[in-house]
């Protein structure tokens, strides 16, 4: 079995002599940034890189090193960076309008794209980010059925506002940040994902919505059981419950119309960012209309739903949105990062065998996750196992590791898009294979 230890690796030092210009950012960074980043995921021990031009799957840093990248934009780029037809259609409505303060045709023409392709949707509200969807959801769904409680699950993460920043991280009972009204606890409901517990959960007739990541918590970082979603969707129709998509990540990305439809499970809402906006800032709620609705301007005395929003469906975004999902409607992107990240699945787990490595490599669709000092199925293995895998204390080692191959892991994970070669893939692979050659020769894998 790999074990970790606790020798400092010569790794780290390296790849940290070999990058004195991103340190120097960093430094600087520090003084107006706390602690000299803009997003809690960039941190990096002993410090992040800063990254000055990207294009397909490479990207080169401050430094000058060219590295593949399997960070993709936090997920947002099927396409790769800087993708021409984007360029161009950003480029083009940039000329014409940054914000008009009014209505523009793109935004009617991207919620088109949306209700033809996720399951779903019927209606449409954009906003600027995954968070605000998710937020504006769970009011929705609030307001639509008179009800309170929202129910989440162990491990799932929907951004950072209140209402869902419980059970992100072990241990799961408690909020994952300070600065949670205690109140709030009261209306959320953490579970594991155990049908008989939702069961239980719906029973009194209170709660307004089941919010879940469709492919598992973390985009799949910790699985869901065979059949968990068709049982989901029985049960909270049942209890008037509203069925809640976080497909932030999944969206566009499983397939056209996400998990939904990779699955055949239709919620009753949706939310969705990311690929959505073709890595420019942009979120999105769909759903039924009946349940959007609560949005309209109706009749006196109708419930109305408040949104403002100053950068809800932004020009630029819509531009680049738009052109995304045109390229990405037929599904064959989605096939060629799902084909190459199982190529790559493979081909980690067959580099753990050779070196003798207790370890493993997972997840479906476009994504894969390492994990080290468990191997068999992520379904048997303790979810705290599962989500920690990526912040232990392999972490910084095996990132510098990689890095000093020209390689840019996302924590432990990889979000791989439809312009990752086979070249990519073969440099992936011998970058893997060196860098554990190089963590068992400094101690730090037995």
């Not at 940034?33 to 809690?40: A, K, N, R, Y």
């Not at 009617?108 to 209606?123: D, G, I, M």
């Not at 951004?159 to 799961?172: A, I, K, Q, R, S």
């Not at 403002?308 to 738009?322: C, D, F, I």
Request: proline share 7%.
């Amino acid at each position: 079995m790999a074990t970790a230890r606790t020798t400092t690796s010569s790794g780290v030092d390296e790849w940290a002599a070999a990058n004195p210009r991103s340190r120097a950012l960093h430094e600087e960074a520090q003084r107006v940034l706390p602690s000299g980043i803009t997003h809690d995921v960039r941190r990096f021990d002993p410090f992040p890189l800063t990254i000055v031009r990207a294009e397909g799957s490479r990207k080169w840093d401050a430094d000058g090193h060219e590295l593949v990248c399997y960070v993709m934009g936090h997920g947002s780029l099927l396409f790769g960076h800087s993708h021409p037809p984007v360029v161009e259609a950003i480029r083009e409505q940039a000329g014409l309008a940054f914000h008009p303060g009014g209505g523009h045709a793109l935004e009617r023409a991207w919620a088109e794209q949306v209700v033809s392709l996720v399951p779903c949707a019927e209606r449409v509200r954009f906003t600027s980010s995954g968070t605000e969807a998710t937020m504006l959801g769970l009011q929705i769904a609030r307001a639509a059925t008179g009800r309170h409680r929202v129910v989440k699950f162990q491990g799932h993460f929907h951004g950072w506002h209140d209402y869902v920043d419980f059970g992100v991280d072990p241990p799961w009972d408690r909020p994952s940040t300070p600065g949670i009204p205690p109140g709030v606890a009261a209306t959320v409901t953490v579970l594991p994902p155990d049908l008989a517990a939702v069961e239980e959960a719906l029973a009194p007739g209170d709660v307004a919505a089941v919010i879940l990541e469709p492919a598992g918590g973390a985009s799949g970082m910790i699985p869901l059981p065979p059949g968990f979603l068709a049982g989901l969707r029985e049960a909270t129709r049942a209890a008037g419950t509203l069925l809640f998509f976080d497909e932030v990540v999944t969206g566009f990305r499983w397939a056209p119309g996400g998990v939904q439809e990779h699955q055949g499970v239709t919620p009753d809402l949706t939310s969705l960012a990311k690929i959505l906006a073709g890595g420019l800032p942009g979120g999105a709620i769909c759903g039924r209309a009946d349940v959007i609705d609560v949005l309209a301007f109706r009749e006196p005395g109708a419930a109305k739903v408040s949104h403002p929003g100053t950068h809800n469906a932004h020009p630029l975004s819509a531009a680049a949105g738009t052109t995304t999902l045109r390229l990405a409607a037929d599904g064959h992107a989605q096939d060629r990062a799902s084909a190459t990240a199982a190529a790559l699945r493979d081909g980690f787990n067959e580099t753990f065998a050779r070196h003798g490595i207790e370890g493993m490599a997972y997840g479906e669709r476009t994504m894969f996750m390492l994990l080290f000092g468990v191997s068999g199925d992520p379904l048997q293995i303790d979810p705290v196992r599962l989500k920690g895998s990526t912040y232990g204390p392999l972490y910084s080692p095996l990132h510098c590791a990689m890095l000093l191959e020209g390689v840019q892991l996302f924590h432990g994970c990889g979000l791989v898009s439809a312009v990752h070669t086979d070249d990519d893939v073969e440099r992936t692979l011998t970058a893997f294979d060196r860098s554990l050659s190089r963590l068992q020769d400094e101690g730090m894998l037995g």
